[in-house]
């Protein structure tokens, strides 16, 4: 691919985006751990710092595209990266763990836009169908390097530095990121944008905000007291809101017809699938190799490799596969395979004396199913839809993602406290006070506690260790086992004979690979 000076700029300057938005959702987890200490975080709080980002990047994934075609997408995205610069900024310099928290959610909202400008710029500035294939290839490489290598990536810093420059990096990145945007970006605008589905956008944020909440908080609450069914409750009207305002939309958010198309289902259950298991668990798996297996942040970050590794080189096998067979099967197998790692860490985690060498088999078949599921699963809910419709469609998928990455952070931080307290529970006195014992299990799920008190409380360092795998061990057979019912599904819904093989999609309209 032979490109001109200027487009080769325009090209770095949209890898760089992609590259810091990738890094942004896997370097944080492997600093988790120091966060716990540093800024006496809770688990509570942890969960957020991964959420608010995830949560943020929903809120603004279809409202951006609107914007952009409107007002210029060069605008658009240069104002996306220079926000994102400044509150990488914020989260730096964050003297708090609330502090950090907002300023997560207000990094996530300029990621998740200046992702989808980059997108459109990518698409218009390379008008020819060869430059532009070669364009997003070499984007969804580097998109993928920092997804795949912000373990490492974040330990190195946190080893060298500290966790701020996690955080920090990004600044200088992002200025030059605006100098490569403004001497080689074409700008361009689309006189047909439609308007704004801003009832849609504020309905599902708030939905899917009361969910996460729900689940986070419940335990504190009371998942059956007045406070938390009025929560559950809301968050049920909101979907409910939410299917009813889009049906009657003339430009809505989501076109849920287009559900109707087996393809495109069997495919955005696949998306959903990913982020049950594979994506969710990178938030906790650091803190197993750091607290379970002692391992230091940089030891940290090359056991995750195994986890994120593989599905940066499975792409090409993936894609040989479904030219070969069909969606129907490379999408649920990819998933089973996914679902077959989980289950095999699952084995690995309980035994007597855990090493790596007992989970990163698991991790490493994890993380080739998940490169057998994303490009065909990506293809699919663009190249399955009409042509009219490849965006919306995008958008769906996008969100379909984040959503599921959101809800599930939370729930797994929920079974995992669980886990953990059913270890404590068998470990303890049957008269141990369960409020207590609550908030040693969320020390330990956080990567504290294990010096073996907790309050009034005073545990064995061997229990606590003991506890703090069997959470985990609950953990990663919910994983295996909710991929495997979500690979089942997807089956289903290909429909057996029905799949109509793949269609070339649109370029422009890749989704993310989380």
Known sequence: MKLTMRDSLALGAICLSALMFGLEISSVPVILPTLEHVLDADFKDMQWIMNAYTIACTTVLMATGTLADRFGRRLVFAITVAAFGVTSLMCGLAPNTTVLIISRFLQGMAGGAMFICSIAILSHQFQDAKARSGAFAIWGVISGIGLGFGPIIGGVIVALSTWQWVFLVHAPLALLCLALTFGSVKESRDPQATKLDLPGIVILSAAVFGLTYYITQGADLGFLSPTAIAIAAATLVGLIAFVAVERSHPHPMFDFSVFRIRDFSGAIVGCVGMNFSYWP??????????????????????????YTVPFLVMSPVA??????????????????????????????????????????????????????????????????????????????????????????????????????????????????????LRVLAERIAAGGGLEGSGGALTVPADAVHAALVNGFHWV???????????????????????????????????????
């Not at 668990?281 to 090359?302: A, H, K, Q, R, W």
């Not at 952070?409 to 270890?423: C, D, N, R």
């Not at 919910?478 to 649109?506: E, M, T």
């Open 281 to 306: 668990f990178m938030v906790y798996l650091p803190i197993y190799f750091t607290v379970g297996l002692g391992y230091d942040s940089t030891e940290t970050g090359l056991a995750v490799l195994a």
């Open 319 to 436: 894609q040989y596969l479904l030219l070969r067979t069909s969606p129907r099967v490379v999408i649920p197998l990819g998933l089973f395979t996914i679902g077959l790692g989980f289950i095999a860490m699952w084995l690995g985690s309980p035994v007597e004396g855990a090493s790596g060498l007992t989970v990163l088999p698991g991790a490493l078949l994890a993380g080739i199913g998940l490169g057998l599921t994303t490009t065909p699963a990506t293809n699919m809910t663009t190249g399955s839809v009409p042509a009219s419709r490849a965006g919306m469609a995008s958008g769906i998928d996008a969100s379909a993602r984040l959503i599921a990455l959101a809800v599930n952070i939370a729930i797994m931080g929920f079974v995992l406290v669980e886990g953990i307290l059913a270890g404590l529970r068998d470990a303890l006195p049957i008269t141990t006070d369960s409020g207590q």
């Open 476 to 514: 990663m057979l919910y994983g295996g086992i909710g991929v495997w019912v979500l690979a089942a599904i997807s089956f289903a819904l290909f429909g057996a004979g029905k799949s109509s093989g793949v269609s070339k999609p649109c370029p422009e309209t890749q989704a993310p690979a989380i």
